[in-house]
């Protein structure tokens, strides 16, 4: 299998390009976000490639982020999703978005990925949710971070975790916009 490849970028076509690695030109399946961000014809490139193999065909996969690699291969495992859905997935929403989307149970806003229907984005936010564990890691880090400073500022716990609770239900997940919009509601309590 093929796990990355490491050449100069040939060709740029929407959903695919050709990178030459070693004088062999390698046809890779991409996002339109991968796309976008890719350099110049003529240029170097690192891609990390997932190999798809069916009875018919051997298809490359290319991410700039290895995260991205890991979303794409999690899409795979969902009922109905194959390469071409997954890949129009991750041309239609970043896969930050996306992770923000199924913690939101955003239905509205992945249907609005062509190709995309209401039960599929349903199961879709059922199944990931599911498959992404550490998406709720990630978030009780930056909650519990955004406490610790928080209480550090002199603030009591409880007091300061209700605020921070307001400020995260806002939709605020990094840790200077929480601290800021709790700032707001602890000041505000103190009048």
Do not use: W
């Amino acid at each position: 299998m093929i796990g990355s490849l490491r050449g100069k970028l040939i060709s740029k076509h929407p959903y695919e390009i050709i990178i030459e690695v070693n004088g062999m030109g390698y046809l890779v399946n991409v996002s339109l976000n991968t796309l976008s961000e890719l350099p110049d014809i003529g240029k170097d490139v690192f891609l990390y490639i997932h190999t798809h193999v069916r009875e018919d065909a051997l298809q490359l996969y290319g991410f700039l982020k290895e995260e991205e690699k890991r979303i794409f291969i999690t899409l795979l495992g969902i009922t109905g999703i194959g390469p071409k859905m997954a890949l129009n997935i991750l041309s239609g929403i970043t896969y930050e978005d996306l992770y923000n989307a199924v913690e939101a149970e955003d239905i509205a806003l992945l249907c609005r990925i062509p190709g995309l229907g209401k039960k599929t984005a349903q199961r879709l936010i059922l199944e990931l949710k599911e498959k992404i564990p550490h998406l709720e890691k990630v978030t009780d880090t930056v909650f519990n971070d955004t406490l610790s400073a928080l209480v550090n500022l002199g603030y009591k716990r409880s007091i300061a975790k209700d605020a921070l609770e307001k400020a995260y239900n806002k939709g605020y997940k990094d840790i200077e916009l929480l601290i800021k919009e709790a700032l707001k509601y602890l000041t505000s309590n103190k009048d």
